[in-house]
């Protein structure tokens, strides 16, 4: 598999999540009931690669101001500040780990300030290269290295462009979440350059077109994959609308029913003809279409460096789970994968181990998430149940990580740096 390029994710009052420290696998599943905040948990990372392309103050608002990202508390006093942070496996091959963080203070009518912000970068050959932001303060073990300091900007987007803190940039940019609508692949879309499908999967069209740009095999491989999934259905091609593009369907089907005498060949011959109609996405049903934007997801170009996949399952018939389990398997030998589910269908596959789980809870008005409890582990080790049949009997548990869930333990954002 590929290895995590995203080792750990850790939140500080972010959304539902007041503290926490979340390592992953590839792939992970993180598994919880409706409402336990695990598309809060994922937000973060469409946030971290908004947070690269624009500037601060439009992903805040993007999302209803920064009242509605920062995690809530009671009382009249401001709010505490709020912070994200990554640490990284090997990135690029040459960058072998890192660490990038950032912390925002909140201010009056909707404003913010950055008050910390932090990136280390280590290679393959053990050298250390880092920069620190102190509030109005900028230090830095590359020399020359000084960019200008907004208050509600970061500084990642500008630093990035030294070679040295380029991979962070660039992992961080590619980072993509996906909650495919399929209402949004009916419609006639706009063209783009198809290097990057959308949240929502309204640009399928394009990134389609420009997977079969690069590679015919790999779009032959999509309807191959799109067979498994929803049978009958062969292929799938992009058509041009005037200056709009949409989806086209084949379906085939062999005519072995009372009507195949009319197509054999010959006088008690077992030949039968082979049927095929076409579809516009419009006449095609939510499972289908939905299975279209996840193919598109895993196969667009270039690679992102990990998605997260809310809900796989949604509109889709638990007799094609299983191929949208080894399409996830198979992304995970390509980039990082990550998965928000409640289904217990999807988890019974057998190589699902406890290494790819962890639970989100809510509780207390906050969201935790924790590793399965030490029972949940050795009942899948000695393979006495699998992962979706403890989950329809409710005992996928996290292991507790404190007694009160109303006061976490925080978790570190910034590292020691040298100088």
């Known amino acids: 598999m590929f290895k995590p390029v995203v080792r750990s994710l850790i939140l500080k009052r972010f959304r539902s999540i007041p503290s926490e420290r979340i390592e992953f696998d590839n792939p992970t599943f993180l598994v919880g009931r409706n409402g336990s905040g695990k598309s809060n948990l994922v937000d973060a990372f469409s946030f971290l690669a908004d947070a690269m392309a624009v500037p601060l103050q439009a992903v805040f608002d993007r999302r209803g101001g920064i009242t509605a990202v920062r995690n809530r508390t009671s009382g009249k006093s401001y709010p505490p500040n709020l912070g994200l942070g990554v640490e990284f496996g090997n990135i690029n091959g040459a960058a072998t780990s890192g660490r990038y963080a950032f912390e925002v203070r909140a201010l009056p009518n909707y404003g913010f300030e ?22 109005g303060t900028f230090r830095s073990n590359v020399p020359g290295l000084g960019p200008a300091l907004d208050p509600a900007a970061l500084s990642i987007p500008l630093v990035g462009g030294e070679a040295r803190f380029a991979p962070v940039l660039s992992a961080l940019s590619r980072l993509r979440v996906y909650s495919i609508e399929p209402s949004k692949l009916r419609e006639m879309q706009d063209p783009d350059g198809g290097s990057s499908l959308r949240r929502d999967g309204s640009n399928a069209a394009s990134v389609l077109q420009e997977i079969g740009r690069q590679s015919e095999n790999q779009l032959a491989r999509v309807g191959e994959i799109l067979a498994t999934i929803v049978p009958n259905t062969r292929a799938v091609r992009v058509r041009k609308h005037g200056n709009k593009l949409s989806l086209e369907f084949t379906q085939e089907w062999d005519d072995a029913g009372s009507d195949s005498k009319r197509w054999s060949v010959g006088e008690g011959s077992d030949a039968v003809e082979s049927k095929s109609l076409r579809f516009e996405a419009f006449n095609m049903s939510d499972g289908t279409l939905r299975a279209l934007g996840l193919l598109a997801a895993v196969f667009q170009r270039p690679a992102p460096s990990l998605i997260a996949i809310e809900e796989p399952e949604a509109t889709i018939h638990p007799g094609a789970l299983g191929a949208v389990l080894e399409l996830l398997r198979h992304a995970a030998k390509n980039m990082q994968v990550v998965v928000t589910t409640h289904s217990p269908d999807l988890l019974d596959a057998k190589w699902v181990e406890p290494k790819h789980l962890r639970i989100v809870e809510w509780a207390n008005g906050a969201t935790r998430v924790g590793d399965l409890s030490e029972a949940t582990r050795q009942a899948l080790r000695d393979q006495l149940m699998g992962a979706g049949e403890l989950l329809r009997s409710n005992a996928l548990r996290a292991e507790p990580l404190f007694a009160d869930v109303s006061h976490p333990p925080q978790a570190s954002l910034f590292d020691t740096v040298e100088g």
């Open 114 to 135: 950055v008050v910390r912000e932090q990136c280390l970068v280590e290679n393959a050959n053990k050298t250390r290269n880092w920069f620190e932001r102190d509030r």
